[in-house]
């Protein structure tokens, strides 16, 4: 390692590309290789079989460097981890003065720079100056600039691994890198490395500038592999040091020289070089001045900002005096940045504190002591040691955990650990399971809890000699000693009543009301039910699932259906004393369905015919649930009730409500009691509810307004689903409705489950997002819990956390699995904890982030009006860039925007949160399109608020029709579209197809089957099936947009200038939307106003 | 004489002309009276009564009407308004009479044409909570019942357990059911809401004014016409599960009776008010849960004694009572009936419950399981016909009693209740249900009989006029078994007779047997409310007074007693009486004293005498079939006794007999008189069971058997352990009790009827 970081002295390395080739691998590579390090992976690495291997693909890219071997590190995940990180860490102590760095990630930035790329890189770097810029993106807006490139450390943690992952793809992830790769793109990057070290590095900073120029850049697209061996390079200098958490010792090492940040620069850098890098040259720090060189100050600037525009060149000359859009850092661009360098190698989990790539990116995990990112991420890798630095920094400590997260089918799910009577290890003092944090000592007879330092003897059974390092010898024979993830078998003593559980059951509840049978909606789903029972979730292997059914329908009394085996035909037991339910059958009421079939299939021929002719309108809900409830309590087991509702309880029952929809209420005050519900009934039902395991999920089909707020209470509450199919009709809706209802009962669920999330000394979870019970402050009560949903939770300090061992997350669910076990699943995750804001702001992640605060936006909303809400975002938002700009960024003028590599796009995704129909509703959204849009986010994960906030937009023409590959995404603007082309749009709820009205008449032709576009049906929500290429590849991706989304999309064609594009204009969400949210470009101007008023 | 044309019995056929000597008589002036008494000879006349057209009086033109037919005129013999008869009425003349003039009809039934007819309503309530046999049993029962049920019958089902089922009926492909908490009354209006029969809201209306209006058919659901849905319903009987609530060891099942009753009378009372309609009650234990709960489900803690009782240690008795007697008069109001069929080993609460059956009329039946011929016997035979092929039951009738004007209606005493309707020949006296001159009784049949009783208000020095006679009419209308409305009227006269001038007629005409049981019904009456002993003693006091009054003797001289033949049974009836189960609670389980109480005020006066003193026959070789005294003198060791008590038919074999059988002797050709011996007492029991109604209890017994007992506490203890003079005579067998024999009763009642004191 260290020898990388000497290498950074290397300005000339990095400067010169060849340096980073070499760099690169040397430093990864190279370096794991020589450096102490090795040793103590090499125990590690040694028990991690899997890692060790990959690095292959890693090499591959180091290319040049003979050293690339080391590059294996990649593989060699801890190896390379520690180098990563260091690398990372090494980096911005160094520069600490001038901190920015940019890291690869900066290349990012210059997906950002091109912004405002006012870089100010010294002009030395100029040259490099593009590399460098990568750093930090300064861009000049109108009135501000806006360094979009904070140039973290570098690659970030994740980086630290596979180091060379990471940067390669930083790399790659410049388009621009096309011209890297004309370019000495080498050079650029290692300058603004050795920039930094040299001490020049505040004028390397100034890299950013060259964002700008990047942008241009990425115009070209093209990614330089190349360029990721500069970046690494980079970034392996500043690196070395921090973060290697255990590697410490090993690593050491160089960190230090590097000390300096480098701002992992160079790689972006590349980008501009093109156009930019005489331009570097010229401008001084912030100007990017290549184009500009002339241009005075940023003062200037502003101007400057259609300079920039105009740097970019290559796209083209914007009118004067605006932001140029694609100078502003572009969340297209960062996300296929991180697809392409990240997505390639696998994620190996172990080493602490590393930043995972983007949900956006498709990548496998590889578990080597560290829960996987699709169970946790977290807002940021690098907590803060005390919380004087937390509440500077303003950065919400949270961390996104779904427990029950589905895995791709090449990642093993946790293995189960039965441990037989004595059930899972645990320290006697904080209850904490075993897992691989905890030390043995005294030879191993007893063990050293990581999270309350309690020393706990180890029982016999489970003894075990220590090797030389301290380690078990049995560590990698055990998975809970070994993984991040993984689940123990409980024993009595976790189960309720110190019973085993029965297997859970399922209830189907069916609203026969008159809209109900009118819609077509209880024929239809009778009807699916026949098929659909076949497919109920079974453990492992099982040939029929132990899950048993039961079936009620109601309108304002309820049915009740004995289905038992033995009987000829079904029978119906009606309860009309709603206000009083009761189960008034216990036998025959839940039936295995294989041995029950004919009863049942008898039951679901008839429902639809008993009720064919009701004219019973009114309906009752509470009491429904309340039926589920008791009859699962009767039958002594969990389970979950799926109703299907239509309309408004307003039968004579217990939680009956009235219709208070106002819309009136909006912007006022009272706005809030829209979310509220109206009656505190639902809360009390969904209690008791909890306490039985019973789990609601709701599907509505509304006609108007059925006060979502307060329907979806108890769903919420219990952990279940609320599905909406506002003005249902079986032709039209059918395919959504069933596609949701089959993966809703199809998916695994787990019952009864509490949830405890354990944190090691000094920081404790103080909040928690989700849906869900809490009867206590510490426990999160799931009635059931599936693999979508997620439970976020806040941290806060309570005490001084110590960098050297760094923060623990221990989150373990106890739960129920559908074959009635109960099971414990934990998850653990070792964070780093830094002393310097820079090491927080270059390990964060924003997508968590945004999450998070949309999360905590939509619980405002129910205690405060809207619009303090919306401040209250913006100023925390404005604070934390403040934070940044003030800490860690290096000087600069006033009037130019800094942004933090990994929060360039913290400012276009927030405003997505403060545009979204909940905070800004507009016309056309009813209230409980926004309760119910209200409470899906609060358990939605990272990759779901991710796209939900900022839509997917895809241009189905543009990429040749053979191309097996999704066609790259365009930003969410309307200046986008072009009027030839067909785009699709998604946000996981929603699915357009948007259709140019000057599409050419082949592409109508093979897509929809008409001869011209104005004979293309508006609203069509199915294409047909047409025997050509495209129609078959527009089919295909709509299909493979529906399968990653938990949600079937429905499809709905719009054709420009028609009425329906107002809809669609609605998810353009970097335009300005008709209810008054600003544009991307505004709101950033917006949020850089307000960051200098924090600053002056 | 005319019991047999009137079904009418007065204690007193010459009645005492003031109402003095009227109360010195101690028995009251009273009647039994059999309303539908099967009279074969007696055809229905398909025209309308006329009516006096004084409002008050509305008395019906009767035989003993002085008519005017000349002047088509017709006063009327209570109030002595002179009518006009009606137009119909014209071509009357003394040769031309109505049949309503002709002095055989003093009792006539007219059918009244008005009125839609409705058909009769069978809703069965039945307990789930049933052994598997005794259920399967009940199941047959009640599918056999469909077949007997008039086709156009309206059948209903409710099952009950835990919960409470209201099956719903000619429901195809899939059984429905209304389902009730068993732990919750609820009132008639959320019954009705609740199983969906409340009209349509206004709205709904309005919105169709052309509609026809649909109500007739809101119950259909629930109760459907037998021929429609015989197949249905046998089927769901045929799939009717035990309840399947889980029963813990030591617990009772949960059973909601009182709710199963309260929904029962709600529908009904919803859907059919004032239609003739059955509501009939299987259970197989005690209520154990909600409103009219009677017993805990603890096993542990028994169901109540009168020994608890007593010691007002019962808890939930009076809460019970209360819930149940409110759902009676609700069912009475409506002119519903409920049965109770209570057949279990234990009690069932029938002392909670007995409300509901005497009320309104219905039949109660008890008996140790539904899998008994006694059970399945009793209750075909509720469905017998008579020799018209209609059903032996009638609905919803109302009882109206006028007087003359020198008599006042006291009250009633039977399945009834009081109307509450006050008019000028009500009585502020009450003996048993008074204060009113109209009762209504919901359910009937032809031996269903009433005390009425009655107050003579004459006052002394206002004679009655030689030769005058007292009239009485009684006007039932009611609900045919074939759905038709009937007025069924029996007008009465009795002479007057001055008490002193004319003692000797009146004591003649005094019929002890009529009287004996008009004065138990009182007794019976008064042991409901009372304790018993007080009972007992008014009834002696009663005795002694009539023998003060009646008998002939000298004063202080017991041995001087003597008692004309007309009064001569009566002491040996209260005597029996004073044993009886009716009054004495030793012994007896609460649910036996109800069920008891509950036949003897509805029987007529044949079955009352033998529930008082059961009848004892003797079969033996020394010559035919003879009644003999109910004493211990008569069990001997070669008889073979036949006792009827009503409620049990005992055959008792005498110890040789018994012996003799074990030998086998009837089985030898040689002994084959033997064998008809033993025969002969069969055979008459077969007779007795195959007539009543309920079915009685049949034992079969011998010398030392135990279940002779049944003989031995019935028959008079003149043998006990206490008067050893007995032993080693060949007179009978001891009876080992402390009660005193008939012989030491006499003694006594004649030492006090002769004292002054």
Redesign the interface.
């Known amino acids: 390692m260290n020898v990388n970081q000497s290498a950074p002295p290397l300005p000339p390395f990095g400067q010169s590309q060849p340096v980073y080739p070499g760099y690169h691998p040397s430093s990864y590579g190279g370096q794991p290789g020589s450096t102490a390090p090795p040793t103590p992976y090499g125990a590690y690495n040694g028990p991690v079989p899997g890692c060790q291997q990959t690095p292959p693909p890693g090499v591959s890219r180091a290319p040049p460097s003979s050293e690339a071997p080391p590059a294996s590190t990649a593989q060699a995940p801890s190896g390379q981890a520690a180098y990563g990180q260091f690398g990372q860490g090494d980096v911005q102590n160094g520069p600490s003065s001038t901190v920015q760095m940019q890291r690869f990630p900066g290349s990012q930035p210059f997906g950002s720079i091109p912004l405002a790329p006012v870089v100010s890189q010294p002009t030395v770097l100029q040259p490099y100056g593009p590399p460098p810029t990568s750093a930090q993106v300064t861009a000049q807006l109108a009135g501000m600039q806006i360094s979009g490139a904070v140039a973290p450390a570098l690659p970030p943690v994740g980086l630290g691994y596979g180091p060379p992952t990471s940067l390669a793809s930083a790399s790659g992830s410049f388009p621009n890198s096309g011209l890297y790769g004309s370019y000495p793109q080498g050079q650029a990057p290692p300058l603004s490395q050795a920039q930094g070290h040299l001490g020049a590095q505040p004028p390397q900073r100034s890299a950013p500038p060259q964002a700008s120029s990047f942008t241009s850049p990425a115009s070209g697209g093209p990614r330089m592999p190349s360029m990721t061996g500069p970046l690494l390079s980079g970034q392996g200098f500043g690196g070395p040091s921090l973060s290697q958490p255990n590697h410490v010792s090993s690593p050491p090492p160089q960190a230090l020289p590097p000390g300096t940040q480098m701002t992992g620069p160079p790689g972006p850098p590349p980008p501009m070089h093109s156009s930019q890098q005489p331009g570097y040259q010229l401008q001084q720090n912030g100007s990017f001045g290549p184009a500009r060189g002339p241009q005075p100050n940023y003062g200037s600037s502003y101007p400057g900002a259609p300079t920039f525009g105009s740097q970019p060149g290559p796209p083209q000359p914007l009118p004067p005096k605006r932001l140029d859009p694609d100078a502003i850092p572009s969340p297209i661009q960062v996300i296929e940045d991180d697809r392409n360098n990240r997505g390639s190698e696998p994620f190996v989990t172990g080493v602490r504190g590393q930043v995972p790539p983007l949900v956006t990116t498709n990548f496998l995990v590889k578990d080597q002591g560290n829960a996987s990112p699709r169970y946790i991420r977290c807002t940021s890798y690098n907590i803060p040691c005390t919380s004087d630095m937390a509440k500077q920094a303003q950065v919400p400590l949270a961390a996104v955990i779904k427990p029950l997260a589905r895995l791709p089918p090449e990642e093993a799910s946790p293995y189960v650990v039965d441990h037989g009577e004595s059930g899972p290890l645990r320290c006697n003092r904080c209850k904490a399971y075993m897992c691989p944090f905890m030390q043995f000592v005294e030879g191993g007879r007893r063990f050293q809890c990581c999270f309350c330092s309690c020393i706990n003897d180890v029982p016999p059974q489970y003894f075990q000699h220590l090797d030389h390092t301290g380690k078990r010898v049995d560590a990698y024979d055990r998975p809970e000693l070994s993984l991040g993830s993984y689940e123990f078998l409980a024993t009595v003593d976790y189960c309720k009543n110190n019973k085993f559980p029965s297997p859970p059951a399922f209830i189907f509840m069916i609203d026969v009301s008159y809209n109900a049978i009118r819609s077509g909606l209880v024929r239809l789903l009778c009807e699916e039910l026949k098929s659909l029972l076949d497919f109920l979730p079974r453990e492992g292997g099982a040939e029929e699932s132990a899950i048993r059914v039961g079936f009620v329908t109601y309108n304002k009394v309820l049915h009740f259906y004995n289905v038992k085996s033995s009987l000829a035909q079904p029978q119906m037991m009606v309860v009309s004393d709603v206000a009083d339910m009761f189960v008034p059958l216990l036998d025959g009421f839940l039936v295995n369905v294989s041995e029950s079939r004919a009863v049942i299939t008898s039951l679901l021929d008839q429902i639809p015919e008993m009720f064919a002719d009701t004219r019973e309108t009114e309906t009752v809900f509470a009491p429904v649930i309340q039926a589920g409830m008791e009859a699962l309590k009767a039958a002594e087991c969990a389970g979950k009730l799926f109703l299907f509702h239509t309309s408004l309880p307003i039968a004579e029952a217990p939680g009956k409500l009235k219709n208070r929809d106002d819309r009136k209420l909006i912007n006022t005050d009272k706005e809030k009691t829209l979310f509220q519900p109206q009656t505190g009934a639902y809360q009390t039902l969904a209690k008791e509810c909890v306490a039985q395991g019973c789990c609601v999920d709701l599907f509505l089909f509304p006609n108007q307004y059925v006060d979502v707020a307060t329907l979806s209470v108890v769903p919420q509450l219990t952990g279940g689903s609320v599905y909406k199919y506002a003005c249902f009709q079986v032709e039209n809706d059918q395919e959504r409705f069933l596609s949701d209802l089959r993966r809703d009962v199809q998916k695994v669920v787990g019952f009864d489950a509490v949830m405890r999330v354990r944190t090691s000394t000094g920081i404790r979870a103080v909040d928690f997002f989700g849906a869900f019970y809490m009867s206590n402050t510490t426990d999160v009560e799931l009635a059931g819990l599936d693999g979508d949903k997620t439970v976020t939770v806040e941290f806060k300090h309570d005490d001084r956390l110590n960098e050297e061992s760094g923060a623990l997350l221990q989150c373990a669910l106890l739960y129920t699995s559908c074959a009635g076990q109960r099971r414990l699943r934990i998850h653990n995750l070792a964070l780093n904890c830094c002393t310097q804001l820079a090491d927080l702001y270059r390990n964060c992640e924003t997508d968590t982030l945004i999450n998070y605060m949309a999360k905590f936006a939509y619980r405002g909303v129910l205690n405060s009006p809207v619009k303090t809400v919306r401040d209250t975002l913006i100023t925390q938002c404005a604070q934390i860039l403040a934070c940044y700009r003030k800490n860690c960024a290096s000087p600069s003028s006033a009037g130019q925007l800094i942004l933090p590599e990994c929060m360039k796009l913290l400012p276009v995704y927030l405003n997505c949160v403060l545009k979204s129909d909940v905070l800004q509703p507009g016309a056309e959204v009813t209230t409980d399109d926004r309760a119910y849009v209200r409470q899906l986010v609060t358990s939605m994960d990272v990759a779901e608020t991710n796209v939900f906030f900022y839509p997917r937009l895809l241009p189905l023409t543009k990429s040749p029709i053979e191309s097996a590959t999704e066609p790259p995404a365009v930003r969410a603007s309307e200046e986008r579209l072009s009027n030839g082309d067909i785009y699709l749009l998604e946000n996981g709820l929603n699915l357009f197809l948007w259709v140019g009205a000057s599409v050419q008449q082949g592409v109508v032709q093979s897509l929809f089957s008409v001869s011209s576009f104005s004979q293309i049906t508006s609203g069509l929500s199915v294409l047909p099936v047409l025997d050509n290429p495209l129609s078959k590849k527009v089919r295909g991706l709509i299909d493979s947009l529906r399968a990653q989304r938990s949600r079937y999309m429905k499809l709905i064609v719009v054709k420009q200038e028609d009425k329906l594009e107002m809809l669609f204009k609605h998810f353009l969400v970097e335009d300005k939307s008709l209810s008054g949210g600003a544009s991307y470009v505004d709101f950033l101007c917006h949020m850089h106003k307000e960051i200098r008023q924090l600053l002056s | 004489q005319n019991e047999e044309r009137d079904g009418v019995r007065f204690s007193w056929n010459v009645w005492p002309s003031s109402r003095l000597e009227a109360t010195r008589m101690v028995v009251p002036l009273a009647c039994l009276l059999t309303p539908l008494k099967e009279r074969p000879d007696l055809p229905p006349v398909q025209y309308e009564p006329v009516l006096c057209s004084r409002t008050t009086c509305k008395a019906i033109l009767n035989p003993l009407c002085q008519v005017d037919y000349r002047a088509k005129l017709w006063a009327c013999n209570f109030c002595f308004q002179r009518n006009q008869f009606p137009p119909a009425y014209t071509g009357i003349s003394e040769v031309n009479q109505p049949a309503e003039l002709m002095p055989q009809f003093s009792t006539i039934e007219y059918v009244i044409q008005r009125g839609a007819q409705s058909p009769l309503i069978f809703l069965y309530v039945v307990d789930t909570c049933l052994e598997e046999d005794d259920l399967q049993a009940l199941k047959e029962s009640l599918q056999m019942s469909l077949s007997l049920l008039p086709p156009d019958a309206l059948v209903g089902l409710i099952t009950f357990g835990r919960?409470v089922?209201v099956h719903?009926l000619s429901?195809e492909?899939?059984?429905?059911?209304?389902?009730?908490?068993g732990t919750?009354d609820?009132t008639a209006k959320q019954i009705q809401?609740?199983?969906?029969l409340t009209k349509p809201a206004m709205p709904m209306q309005q919105a169709r004014p052309g509609q026809p209006h649909e109500q007739p058919f809101v119950s259909s659901r629930f109760l459907q016409p037998v021929h429609k849905i015989d197949m249905n319903l046998t089927d769901l009987l045929g799939?009717l599960q035990r309840d399947?609530?889980?029963v813990t060891q030591g617990k009772r099942p949960l059973r909601s009776t009182g709710v199963a009753l309260s929904i029962a009378v709600g529908l009904l009372e919803g859907t059919f008010p004032n239609t003739g309609a059955r509501i009939m009650l299987f259970t197989g234990g005690p209520p154990t849960q909600g409103p009219g709960m009677v017993v805990g489900d603890e096993l542990k803690v028994p169901i109540r004694s009168w020994h608890d009782i007593e010691k007002d240690n019962a808890r939930f008795m009076k809460k019970a009572t209360k819930h149940y007697e409110m759902l009676a008069n609700r069912t009475a109001t409506n002119g519903h009936c409920i049965d109770i069929y209570a057949c279990a080993l234990d009690q069932t609460g029938l002392l909670e419950m007995k409300c509901c059956a005497n009320l309104t009329g219905g039949h109660m039946v008890m008996g140790d399981s539904f899998n008994t011929s006694l059970f399945k016997q009793t209750f075909q035979r509720i469905f017998s016909k008579d020799f018209n092929g209609d059903f032996r039951m009638a609905f919803g009738a109302t009882l109206e009693v006028k007087t003359s004007r020198e008599l006042k209606v006291a009250g009633a005493i039977g399945p009834c209740v009081s109307l509450n309707v006050k008019g000028p020949c009500v009585s502020e006296n009450e003996l048993g249900v008074g204060g009113t001159s109209q009762w209504k009784i919901c359910g009937l049949d032809p031996t269903s009989t009433l005390g009425i009783y009655f107050e003579v208000v004459n006052q002394h020095n206002a004679p009655v006029p030689q030769g005058g006679r007292g009239a009485i009419q009684f006007v039932t209308q009611y609900q045919h078994s074939s759905t038709q409305r009937r007025i069924r009227v029996t007008t009465i006269a009795r002479n007057w007779a001055d008490a002193q001038s004319q003692l000797r007629h009146i004591e003649a005409a005094f019929d002890q047997e009529a009287a004996a049981v008009l004065m138990a019904r009182l007794g019976v009456f008064r042991a409901e409310s009372e304790e018993g002993p007080d009972v007992l003693r008014w009834l002696d006091r009663q005795l002694i007074r009539l023998c003060q009054k009646f008998g002939q003797y000298n004063k202080e001289d017991p041995t001087s007693f003597r008692l004309s033949d007309s009064f001569s049974l009566y002491p040996q009836f209260m005597f029996h009486l004073r044993r009886s189960p009716f009054l004495q609670v030793f012994n007896n389980s609460p649910d036996e004293s109800s069920y008891y109480r509950h036949h003897f005020a509805r029987q007529d006066l044949t079955q009352s005498l033998i529930m008082i003193q059961p009848i004892l026959y003797s079969y033996s070789f020394h010559g035919p079939p003879e009644p003999v005294l109910l004493d211990s003198s008569s069990i001997l060791a070669e008889r073979i006794l036949l006792m009827d008590t009503f409620f049990q038919i005992v055959i008792y074999l005498g110890e040789t007999i018994a012996q003799w059988r074990k030998a086998g002797y009837q089985d030898m050709p040689e002994y084959e008189n033997f064998k008809h011996l033993l025969q002969a007492p069969l055979d008459d029991a077969q007779e007795i069971l195959q007539a009543r109604f309920p079915m009685p209890r049949y034992i079969n017994t011998e010398h030392g058997g135990s279940q002779a007992r049944f003989l031995l506490s019935k028959v008079n203890p003149s043998q006990t352990h206490n008067n050893l003079y007995a032993w080693g005579q060949e007179t009978g067998a001891p009876i080992l009790t402390d009660d005193v024999s008939l012989q030491v009763f006499m003694d006594h009642l004649k030492k006090l009827a002769v004292s002054s004191a």
């Open positions: 919960m089922q719903e429901c492909g899939i059984s429905k059911s209304y389902v009730f908490r919750k609820l809401d609740m199983l969906g799939e399947p609530w889980p």
